[in-house]
């Protein structure tokens, strides 16, 4: 199989799998009644009233995920996005080496690509985790912000290597897709620099887990273009 042909499967799974983890949590979260007089019934704290995060932040994807049983499907699903992404970065990795001839060379961008997979994997390990110590909760917020920061590196660094090359690669790939994905990518960082003293200050809870649950989809929307700009035919 092709290093493409690999490409485009695993960005499906990295971009369905948490999608649809996050958003079974939450509505695990707010439906407890489902699992009510099961072994599975649902931890006070991960209960919630109706919402939608995406519009009205009152729910964190930390609050729907981390308590029973939602961290059943989150901690498996995240940790098998990062192992995902570790192939996905592996095999673009070749790919470029192979459309520009640089055999067995190590781009930059699939160094920040694995350092995020890995920062995934540590956060949805420790996610739930208590530990009342100040320093372990700046580490959990450390890895968070370390995953999202060698995330956005690695996808913008991939951007410009393809958009460099996208006359040679012309007839095999989706030139609107990579304009999305250029404009993708800068919305990401645009809004994650606009985003920032809100962030570091306390307050505006609401807009900070609405922020957080869209964020996470515009991250994993990249890899649901990658499927697109490919073409089958290579």
């Given at each position: 199989?092709?290093?493409?042909?690999?490409?485009?499967?695993?960005?499906l799974?990295?971009?369905?799998?948490?999608?649809?983890?996050?958003?079974?949590c939450?509505?695990?979260?707010?439906?407890?009644e489902?699992?009510?007089?099961?072994v599975f019934?649902v931890?006070?704290i991960?209960?919630?009233?109706?919402?939608?995060?995406?519009?009205?932040g009152?729910?964190?994807?930390?609050?729907?995920?981390?308590?029973f049983?939602?961290?059943?499907?989150?901690k498996?699903?995240m940790?098998i996005?990062?192992?995902?992404?570790?192939?996905?970065?592996?095999?673009?990795n070749?790919?470029?080496?192979?459309?520009?001839?640089?055999?067995?060379?190590?781009?930059k961008f699939?160094?920040?690509?694995?350092?995020?997979?890995?920062?995934l994997i540590?956060?949805?390990?420790?996610l739930?985790?208590?530990?009342?110590?100040?320093?372990?909760?700046?580490f959990r917020r450390l890895v968070?912000?370390l995953?999202?920061?060698?995330e956005?590196?690695?996808?913008?660094?991939?951007?410009?290597y393809?958009?460099?090359?996208k006359?040679?690669?012309?007839?095999?790939?989706?030139?609107k897709?990579l304009?999305?994905?250029?404009?993708?990518?800068?919305?990401l960082?645009?809004?994650?620099?606009?985003?920032?003293?809100i962030?570091?200050t306390?307050?505006?809870?609401h807009?900070?887990?609405?922020?957080?649950?869209?964020?996470f989809?515009?991250?994993?929307?990249?890899y649901?273009?990658?499927?697109?700009f490919?073409?089958?035919t290579?």
């Open positions: 199989m092709s290093e493409t042909a690999k490409i485009r499967k695993l960005s799974w990295i971009f369905f799998l948490p999608l649809l983890a996050i958003n079974l939450l509505i695990i979260s707010v439906n407890p489902i699992l009510e007089n099961t019934k931890d006070q991960g209960r919630s009233g109706f919402s939608i995060p995406y519009f009205d009152s729910l964190s994807i930390s609050r729907a995920s981390r308590t049983p939602q961290y059943l499907i989150f498996p699903a940790i996005t990062g192992i995902l992404l570790f192939f996905y970065w592996n095999y673009y070749r790919l470029i080496c192979n459309l520009r001839n640089t055999e067995n060379f190590r781009y699939r160094l920040f690509g694995i350092l995020s997979a890995i920062f540590i956060h949805s390990i420790f739930g985790v208590k530990f009342d110590i100040q320093l372990y909760k700046l968070l912000l995953f999202i920061i060698f956005l590196v690695a996808q913008g660094m991939l951007v410009y393809l958009y460099n090359m006359e040679k690669i012309l007839e095999i790939t989706n030139k897709i304009i999305l994905k250029i404009i993708l990518v800068s919305i960082v645009i809004v994650a620099f606009a985003s920032l003293p962030l570091v306390k307050g505006n809870t807009f900070k887990h609405a922020l957080e649950w869209n964020y989809v515009g991250v994993i929307t990249f649901l273009m990658t499927f697109y490919w073409r089958r290579t």
